[in-house]
């Protein structure tokens, strides 16, 4: 069905699309980021999100563990999502928070690329290019599909907020950005953010800051259950204890993702990059016009709005460019900031803003060259956008003689872009019906290179945790190696610690480095030499001590070298001794 254009406040509008395209656009937005996502279960952060989900509603799920006891920063999700755990079993929980996410995405993602590009077609493309874009052009190390955690709801709210802002309602836009950051208050939050410096600089085509009242105190309102736990989280604390936390979340746990000097220097300059292409892309889209019928030099409300709401995105990762780098003298103050993960709203919407104005480029070239050659279609569609057929038609097939080898220039955008996100999609088909060990398991490892090797590892892992669940007491806890992620997940037993598994208070997060260091740590402070590789490299003496110290009955290592402990299961790969008699 093709939209009806229809004119009303000198702004041209196309209709609506069928019930039956709009369904179709959000089944094919769907499967591209099925296609992205559907690694196998449980992927990168799932353990680490979905355990605390799980225990929120069941506590006696892996009892007296030091990560799931720690305090809860996101409650909201451990809520509203959690309870399907006590139907679901772990792998199922997972494909169902992830299915919920990606169609949550992709009907929000369906409504935002109506907003700038108003017909058929143009939803799908532009989420392949989005997939492309996010998986290969971000600066910080920030996803939006993946593995079923809060941010990914709040991500699907912001990408509705975002959709309300551009169609002028900011009302409901404040409600979308509040009801994100109930589930995660930085992604929501930033969100808020952004639409109020997109507000200040939107000049005279504000609304009244009277007539927001009701999308301000409906945000906020939204905002608060998930802003209170993060508040909680060190309510009274010691503020040495604080600055501690704080420090080691910044320069020493996540850094890849909040120091802008400890980003790599190539995902700073492709990042860079791709934000001058959306700043030339922003500019000739602005100058075109075709698809409204406004007056010489008045913009397209739409995308005017997206650009603006892209510069205050970048204008956040300006501040956090300048506490990373201006701050140094003053580190306390330094870390107190970059905590706040200044560059993870533009991380996402650079590549939303490239892939929505890269498709809006190619239409509206596309129709002024089909206006140029045709002045029926001009005078009949007032040069609306084309179909998305037309924009693979090459100019020297239309009519009329382009003047020039530029004229070809959107189309080759278009054949390219297609062919881009062809290759990049067609790799992970590829990797889906190859046999694939779970990212969670291979975080750590080089997930590319010895595959069968890898594949042989994890059934060897799978095959301990079956036996540790079945053989071992439920209160059992244990001493694990310092980069497995999937322990708790198999083997539904507790853990001294994990790299991965870090609380959100900072009273945890200094027991938690305290027990990395003196559990792992070698002593030394040079890169790669700061821990041991494995805890078969450890005295028998020092392990005795850290059962004692952690009450920790069972440990778990690489089958070889044989320890001097009683072995209670051994297989190819790994091996669990019993430290009974170390615990008091």
């Not at 892996?62 to 451990?78: G, M, Q, T």
């Not at 941010?151 to 509040?178: D, H, P, S, T, Y």
């Not at 970048?314 to 003053?330: D, M, R, T, Y």
């Not at 179909?387 to 239309?398: A, K």
Request: hydrophobic share 45%; proline share 7%.
């Amino acid at each position: 069905m093709t939209p009806e254009v229809s004119s009303q406040d000198g702004v041209l509008h196309l209709g609506k699309s069928s019930r039956w395209v709009q369904a179709a656009e959000v089944v094919a937005v769907f499967a591209v980021f099925f296609l992205q996502g559907a690694w196998p279960v449980p992927d990168t952060n799932e353990p680490h999100y979905l355990g605390k989900a799980i225990h929120y509603w069941s506590p006696e799920w892996i009892r007296k563990d030091f990560f799931l006891d720690s305090p809860d920063a996101h409650d909201v999700f451990y809520f509203t999502f959690g309870w399907l755990s006590r139907y679901l079993p772990p792998a199922q929980l997972a494909w169902a928070g992830r299915l919920l996410t990606w169609l949550w995405l992709a009907w929000a993602w369906r409504r935002l690329s109506w907003a700038v590009l108003p017909r058929p077609g143009y939803a799908v493309l532009s989420a392949a290019l989005l997939a492309t874009l996010l998986d290969r052009a971000h600066m910080a190390g920030e996803w939006l599909i993946g593995g079923v955690e809060a941010k990914g709801f709040a991500w699907a709210m912001v990408l509705m907020g975002l959709e309300r802002l551009l169609r002028g309602r900011w009302n409901w836009a404040l409600a979308c950005f509040g009801a994100g950051a109930s589930f995660h208050a930085l992604v929501g939050g930033w969100g808020g953010v952004a639409a109020g410096l997109t507000w200040l600089w939107a000049g005279k085509n504000r609304p009244k800051l009277l007539s927001l009242w009701p999308g301000i105190v409906g945000g906020g309102l939204l905002a608060l259950p998930g802003l209170v736990p993060v508040v909680r989280l060190n309510w009274g604390v010691d503020p040495e204890m604080v600055r501690q936390g704080y420090q080691i979340y910044v320069e020493i746990r996540l850094p890849h993702h909040l120091d802008f000097l400890a980003f790599r220097p190539d995902f700073r300059l492709r990042f860079l990059l791709l934000c001058v292409a959306c700043w030339l892309l922003s500019r000739s889209v602005l100058r075109t016009q075709p698809t409204h019928q406004l007056p010489q030099n008045q913009q397209d409300p739409a995308m005017d709005m997206l650009r603006r709401y892209w510069w205050a995105s970048l204008a956040i990762v300006g501040c956090g460019i300048v506490f990373s780098v201006g701050l140094l003298p003053w580190p306390d103050l330094r870390i107190s900031l970059l905590r706040y993960y200044w560059f993870r709203l533009a991380d996402i919407m650079t590549p939303v803003v490239a892939s929505l104005f890269l498709l809006r480029w190619v239409a509206e070239k596309t129709a002024l060259l089909a206006g140029e050659n045709d002045t029926s279609v001009s005078r009949r569609a007032g040069m609306c956008l084309p179909s998305f057929g037309q924009c693979f038609l090459p100019p020297w097939f239309r009519r009329g003689r382009p003047k020039s080898a530029v004229a070809a220039a959107p189309w080759a955008a278009m054949v390219l872009a297609t062919a881009g996100t062809f290759l990049h999609l067609a790799g992970y088909v590829w990797v889906r019906v190859q046999p694939t060990v779970p990212r969670a398991f291979t975080a750590h490892k080089d997930q590319w290179k010895n595959t069968k090797q890898q594949l042989a590892d994890y059934v060897s892992w799978r095959r301990m945790c079956q036996w540790i669940q079945e053989h071992t007491p439920p209160e059992a806890r244990f001493l694990t190696p310092r980069q497995e992620q999937t322990f708790k997940w198999y083997a539904r037993r507790s853990e001294v610690a994990t790299w991965k598994d870090i609380p959100q208070d900072a009273p945890g997060l200094v027991e938690w480095w305290k027990r990395m260091n003196t559990i792992y740590g070698t002593g030394s402070n040079e890169p790669g030499h700061r821990w041991v590789d494995s805890l078969a490299q450890l005295p028998p003496e020092k392990l005795r001590q850290l059962a004692r110290a952690y009450q920790a009955r069972y440990l778990v290592v690489e089958s070889r070298p044989r320890l001097p402990f009683r072995l209670v299961y051994r297989n190819r790969h790994w091996a669990v001794y019993e430290m009974v008699d170390q615990v008091d």
